[in-house]
C-alpha cells in the first residue's frame, strides 16, 4: 500500500477510486499536476468494488460502459457479455488502473472523516480515518452516486437472529443460501437482480414487496467474434454518437435511427398496433430504451399508461399465477419515474414452487422478529437469512457525511440541509476549489455514468490548465450562479412526470432527505453544450483569484 508523507502539498487531492478518481488522477498526471487518490476501500473500483451480491451486473453496454479516452484501451479490452456483470467490471478497472500506472498515486483504506478548505493557504487539508492528513490546492469529490448503502434500522434487524446482508454491503466471500429460507426487503434494481439468484439456492424465497418494481427484459448475450469486428470498426462514431446525439448518452449499440428516433412525437399520435409494435421492439431488444420510446412517455401520464399497459400484460403472460402477476404489476408511479430494472429470469422466478411474494401494500410489514417477519395481519415468514435490497442514500449520500468545511467554516451539510445547490452540479458557493464528479443537479444516473464522468473530468481538467495559464490558484462559483441553474434544473423537473413517484432520484428514500430532484433532467447532449458554453464565455458564474487576492468575508 502506498505510503505518503503527510507533509507533502498536492495540486489535487481526489477522494475515491472508482470510475471518476482513476480517470481523474490519469488526467491530471498527464496535464502534468501532481495528485492523489484517497480511498475507503482496501482495493480500488469504488461502486463496482464494494458492491458483489450475486447476480449484479450493468444495466449500460458493456463496450460503452467503458473508457473512450484512450483509443488503444477502447480496442484492446473485450468484453464478454452485452450488459457486464461486476466482477468484469472490476477486473476491467483493475487492467485501467495497471495499464496507466495508477497504483503508484492511490492510498487505500483512508475513509475521509473531514475536509477542511484554508483561505490563508488557498489549500484543502483532508483527514483519514486513520489519523493521517493530505493537504492539496483542489479537491475533487470522485466518491460516486451510489456509495453509501441505505442500511436497515435496528427495528428492521435488531431482534432477528439469523444472518443478515445488505446488497451494497456483500461479504467478500460467497454466500451459500442453501437449504435455508431466505426473505429479500426491496424490490429496486438490486432486489430485480439477486431474486433469481437466490431462488435458485435457498430452499424458500420470499419477497417482501412494498412498491413493485418496472422491469424490463436485460436480454444478454455474449458478444462474439462478429460483434467484436463490428465494435473496432464503428466504435468511434458510436461514441461520438452517444456523447451529443442521445439524451442518455447509451442505448442499444448497433440500433440504428430508424428506430432510435420514434415516428411520431407522442406515444398517443400512434395507434394501439404502431405503439404495441414500437414497445414489443424495444422488449425484445432489451435494456431500458423502452422508457423513451416516445419522446413525451415521461412527460404525459396519458402516454405513460399506454406503456405501463403493456408491461402489465407481459407481466400478465410470463407469471403463472394471477393474483402473484397482479401484486407484480408497477402502480402508484409513472413508469421512467422511478429507475427502470434490467431484469435475467426475474418475473420467471415467482412461477417456481420455491418462492413466494409478499405484498406489504395489501399487508404491511410489522416487525422482524427473532426468527423472522411478522406481518400487520399476523403472518410470520420463518427465515434462516435476511437479505436487504434497500438502495442508497444516492448522489449526495457521501458528500454530507464527510465533514466537509468550506470558506469561514460553513458545512456542506448545513448548507444543504435543504436539499444541494450546485453549479452544473460541479461546484458549490462556499467551498473554494472543491470539484464534485457526477455532483447533485448534474445528469449522472440519468446517463451513461461512464460518459458523464469521462465530461466532468474533461470539463474540469480545461479549466484547471486555464487557471494555470492564468496564474490564478483559487476558483468559486457565485450564489447567483448556483441559484438560477438550480431553478432551471427544477423547472425541467417541473414539466416530467418524475416528482410523481417516490424515488431515490428525489431524495424520498431516505427519511429526513430533503425532496429535490437530485439529478439534471435535462439529457446529456444539452449539458455538455450548457457546461461548453460557461467556458467558452470565460467561466461565467466562475470567480477566479490569485495568490495574492483577498478574499472577502
Ligand atoms: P432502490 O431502487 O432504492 O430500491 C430499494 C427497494 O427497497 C425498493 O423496492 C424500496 O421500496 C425497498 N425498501 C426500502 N426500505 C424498505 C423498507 N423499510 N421496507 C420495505 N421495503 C423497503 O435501490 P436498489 O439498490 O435496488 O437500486 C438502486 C440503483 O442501483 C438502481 O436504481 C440502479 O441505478 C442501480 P419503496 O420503493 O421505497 O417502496
Not at 213 to 228: G, K, Q, S, V
Not at 273 to 283: D, H, I, L, T, V
Not at 506 to 532: F, H, Q, T, W
Request: proline residues 5%; contains cysteine; glycine residues 8%.
Amino acid at each position: 500500500m502506498l505510503e505518503r508523507e503527510e507533509s507533502e502539498f498536492y495540486d489535487a487531492v481526489i477522494v475515491g477510486a472508482g470510475h471518476s478518481g482513476l480517470y481523474m488522477l490519469h488526467k491530471l498526471r498527464g496535464l502534468g499536476f501532481s495528485a492523489i487518490v484517497l480511498e475507503a476501500e482496501d482495493d480500488i473500483g469504488g461502486t463496482w468494488y464494494r458492491n458483489r451480491y450475486p447476480g449484479l451486473r450493468c444495466d449500460v453496454e458493456s463496450v460503452l460502459y467503458s473508457y473512450s479516452f484512450d483509443e488503444d484501451l477502447d480496442q484492446e479490452w473485450e468484453w464478454s457479455e452485452r450488459f457486464p456483470a461486476q466482477p468484469e467490471i472490476l477486473d476491467y478497472l483493475n487492467h485501467v488502473a495497471d495499464r496507466f500506472d495508477l497504483r503508484r498515486d492511490i492510498v487505500l483504506n483512508s475513509e475521509i472523516t473531514g475536509a477542511t478548505w484554508d483561505d490563508d493557504a488557498r489549500a484543502w487539508t483532508l483527514r483519514a480515518v486513520n489519523g493521517k492528513s493530505y493537504r492539496g490546492r483542489f479537491c475533487l469529490m470522485a466518491t460516486g452516486i451510489l456509495s453509501v448503502p441505505s442500511m436497515p434500522s435496528d427495528e428492521l434487524t435488531g431482534a432477528f437472529e439469523g444472518e443478515w446482508y445488505h446488497t451494497a454491503n456483500w461479504p467478500k466471500d460467497p454466500v451459500d443460501f442453501t437449504g435455508k429460507r431466505v426473505g429479500v426487503i426491496g424490490t429496486g434494481s438490486s432486489a430485480v437482480q439477486v431474486i433469481p439468484r437466490l431462488a435458485e439456492q435457498a430452499s424458500h424465497l420470499y419477497v417482501f414487496q412494498r412498491t413493485p418494481a418496472f422491469a424490463i427484459p436485460a436480454n444478454n448475450y455474449r458478444l462474439d467474434d462478429d460483434y467484436r469486428a463490428w465494435w473496432r470498426e464503428n466504435f468511434r462514431g458510436v461514441r461520438e454518437k452517444n456523447r451529443w446525439g442521445t439524451i442518455v448518452g447509451f442505448g442499444d449499440t448497433r440500433m440504428d435511427d430508424r428506430y432510435r428516433v420514434a415516428p411520431v412525437p407522442s406515444a398517443l399520435d400512434a395507434t394501439p398496433e404502431e405503439r404495441r409494435a414500437r414497445y414489443q421492439m424495444f422488449w425484445d431488444m432489451g435494456g431500458g430504451q423502452i422508457t423513451i420510446g416516445y419522446p413525451d412517455l415521461i412527460v404525459n401520464e396519458d402516454a405513460n399508461r399506454t406503456l405501463a399497459d403493456f408491461t402489465e400484460q407481459k407481466i400478465d403472460e410470463i407469471v403463472s399465477d394471477p393474483e402473484t402477476a397482479d401484486a407484480l404489476k408497477p402502480r402508484g408511479f409513472p413508469v421512467g419515474t422511478k429507475r427502470p430494472c434490467l431484469e435475467i429470469g426475474y418475473y420467471e422466478a415467482f412461477n417456481r414452487d420455491n418462492v413466494t411474494l409478499v405484498d406489504l401494500r395489501r399487508d404491511p410489514l410489522a416487525r422482524t422478529a427473532e426468527h423472522g417477519i411478522e406481518t400487520r395481519s399476523g403472518a410470520c415468514y420463518a427465515l434462516d437469512a435476511l437479505v436487504f435490497a434497500t438502495g442508497y442514500d444516492a448522489v449526495t449520500g457521501a458528500l454530507v457525511r464527510m465533514n466537509i468545511q468550506g470558506r469561514r467554516g460553513t458545512e456542506l451539510a448545513a448548507k444543504w440541509a435543504a436539499g444541494p445547490v450546485a453549479y452544473l452540479g460541479l461546484m458549490t458557493a462556499d467551498f473554494p476549489n472543491l470539484f464534485m464528479l457526477l455532483g447533485p443537479t448534474s445528469p449522472s444516473a440519468f446517463t451513461n455514468c461512464i460518459s458523464s464522468i469521462e465530461q466532468h473530468v474533461d470539463w474540469i481538467a480545461d479549466l484547471l490548465v486555464t487557471m494555470r495559464g492564468d496564474k490564478q490558484e483559487v476558483v468559486e462559483v457565485t450564489s447567483d450562479a448556483e441559484e438560477a441553474w438550480s431553478r432551471h434544473a427544477a423547472e425541467l423537473v417541473g414539466q416530467t412526470l418524475f416528482p410523481k413517484a417516490n424515488s431515490w432520484y428525489m431524495g424520498d428514500n431516505i427519511p429526513g432527505k430533503p425532496r429535490r430532484m437530485l439529478i439534471y433532467v435535462g439529457g446529456m447532449a444539452s449539458y455538455r453544450e450548457k457546461c461548453n458554453a460557461v467556458a467558452a464565455a470565460g467561466y461565467e458564474g466562475f470567480v477566479f483569484s490569485g495568490p495574492t487576492a483577498v478574499v472577502s468575508s
